[in-house]
T-cell receptor
Framework: GENVEQHPSTLSVQEGDSAVIKCTYSDSASNYFPWYKQELGKGPQLIID?????GEKKDQRIAVTLNKTAKHFSLHITETQPEDSAVYFCAATSNAGGTSYGKLTFGQGTILTVHP | DGGITQSPKYLFRKEGQNVTLSCEQN?????MYWYRQDPGQGLRLIYYSQIVNDFQKGDIAEGYSVSREKKESFPLTVTSAQKNPTAFYLCASSPRQGSSYNSPLHFGNGTRLTVT
């Protein structure tokens, strides 16, 4: 099955700096890679996703890059703000059918702290 | 407002008792999922259901049971056979996954279960 590794486990930055979180995946059939943000006591919320037919996607201060050859993808947050402080999860899945159909495999999470 | 409602937010039980966690969605989504979250381990899939009256085991189904009698409801029972039931439980839903696309998951705000 799929295995997703996420680094770093904690990340501390100053307000205005950039933050980068990296994930690697093992299943070359995976073709959908969402990123979730989880605030304390709440469920994860989708912030951006990318499919395997594109290499980069951007939404305001957030961007995701995908390298299919190396099987890794990254989340980039620019001009960080204190409200960006949360736990971030990457995930991967394949729509290849069978028992993995629609199942997301999550990374271990990154605790991002943005200091004012 | 459409969304996923998990109740209760906090649940306390004695060891040896079964407990059922509620999950209701009014998003008209076909698929529903249960994840377990432990510190430093990301989210792990317990059970998922693509359609009413059908469900499949996830990666850590032992000690859990589910039912899907209605499209909007997917309750999870944590049985006394689950060795380490204390955790944060997240319910999610999505439109039915297709053969050529994946849809993001929408999460509830979770139930924190403590078993003593």
């Amino acid at each position: 099955g799929e295995n997703v590794e996420q680094h770093p486990s904690t990340l501390s930055v100053q307000e205005g700096d950039s933050a980068v979180i990296k994930c690697t995946y093992s299943d070359s059939a995976s073709n959908y890679f969402p990123w979730y943000k989880q605030e304390l006591g709440k469920g994860p919320q989708l912030i951006i996703d990318i499919r395997s037919n594109v290499g980069e996607k951007k939404d305001q201060r957030i961007a995701v890059t995908l390298n299919k050859t190396a099987k890794h993808f990254s989340l980039h947050i620019t001009e960080t703000q204190p409200e960006d402080s949360a736990v971030y999860f990457c995930a991967a899945t394949s729509n290849a059918g069978g028992t993995s159909y629609g199942k997301l495999t999550f990374g271990q999470g990154t605790i991002l702290t943005v200091h004012p | 407002d459409g969304g996923i409602t998990q109740s209760p937010k906090y649940l306390f039980r004695k060891e040896g008792q079964n407990v059922t966690l509620s999950c209701e969605q009014n998003l008209n989504h076909d698929a529903m999922y249960w994840y377990r979250q432990d510190p430093g381990q990301g989210l792990r899939l317990i059970y998922y259901s693509q359609i009413v009256n059908d469900f499949q085991k996830g990666d850590i189904a032992e000690g859990y049971s589910v039912s899907r009698e209605k499209k909007e409801s997917f309750p999870l029972t944590v049985t006394s056979a689950q060795k380490n039931p204390t955790a944060f439980y997240l319910c999610a839903s999505s439109p039915r996954q297709g053969s050529s696309y994946n849809s993001p998951l929408h999460f509830g705000n979770g139930t924190r279960l403590t078993v003593t």
